[in-house]
């Protein structure tokens, strides 16, 4: 009994030192004096210091995180609902059709979907002329297709979970559907809601594939002007942006977790 606890922490030990020690090593070499990373030459905070002097990687940062808020809170709205027709319609025709559609970019490649939205947007701007470049909506156009899926997998498995006879009380109590859903069942999903927030935000920040088909001149988000850099070589503002990043998730999930409990 004590050598299989024994294991049992050696292996969570194993996994948790597996994921965090090139996080944690990237934050200290991030307050490194010295230009490579690998060599520690002393504390500074110099890096910090030239991270706000490039204008390029924070305007690439705040576009990323402008982005991700927008495509996070419209995947939310679109997934709501589509997650709850996935949870309480049942079948109905195209049902089928419904879910491979609704699921499709969770299976399909990113390259795939990132040149089909490029396509349908060049299709579009033909017909209507909008949007006459690409550049922050069509990157938060592909994001939204993107989240959309993960928002209603997430919402669909709490609607599931939902005890019914609240919903079948007020609307024997008079409430129209739509009141309840609103009052009754939208409180109770709250929690989902800002799990699959964080979800799609974190999806959106990261993403690098589609981004780089449909951005345009001087609309460049954060992966792909560090992927780019990242061919030269790691740069420490690079070390120092990303550190910043870490404790702004960290605490965003912090809040979010008491939030929950509460």
């Keep these: 009994m004590g050598s299989t606890r024994w294991f049992k922490w050696l292996s969570l030990g194993i996994g948790f030192a597996f994921l965090y020690i090139p996080i944690i090593s990237m934050v200290v070499f991030s307050f490194n004096d010295s230009a490579v990373s690998s060599t520690w030459s002393g504390f ?80 579009i701007r033909h017909l209507i002329g909008f949007p006459a470049e690409n550049g922050s909506f069509t990157i938060w156009l592909g994001h939204v297709t ?11 498995s709490r609607v599931r979970e939902l005890d019914r006879s609240l919903e079948e009380a007020a609307l024997d109590l008079g409430a ?21 927030w964080l979800l799609a935000f974190t999806l959106s920040l990261d993403d690098v594939v589609i981004a780089s088909f449909l951005s345009g001149p001087g609309y460049t988000t954060l992966p792909v002007e560090i992927f780019s850099r990242v061919r030269l070589g790691i ?11 870490i404790i702004g998730v960290g605490v965003l ?10």
Excluded at 235 to 245: D, G, I, Q
């Design 44 to 123: 500074s905070l110099r890096w910090y210091e030239r991270l706000f002097e490039d204008t390029a990687l924070l305007s690439a940062a705040w576009l990323s995180f402008k982005i991700a808020v927008m495509s996070a809170t419209m995947a939310v709205i679109v997934g709501t609902w589509a997650g709850y027709v996935l949870a309480r319609k049942g079948s109905f025709r195209g049902f089928s059709l419904y879910i491979g559609m609704l699921n499709a970019p969770l299976v399909i490649p990113d390259v795939i979907l990132g040149i089909s939205i490029l396509l349908m947007v060049i299709e």
């Design 146 to 156: 993107l989240c959309v899926a993960y928002v209603s997998v997430v919402v669909s």
């Design 176 to 196: 129209t559907p739509l009141k309840v859903f609103f009052s009754i069942t939208l409180p109770l999903l709250v929690p989902a809601l800002v799990a699959a």
């Design 235 to 245: 740069k420490p503002e690079v070390n120092a942006l990303a550190t910043l990043f």
């Design 253 to 262: 999930v912090i809040v979010a977790n008491r939030f929950q409990k509460k």
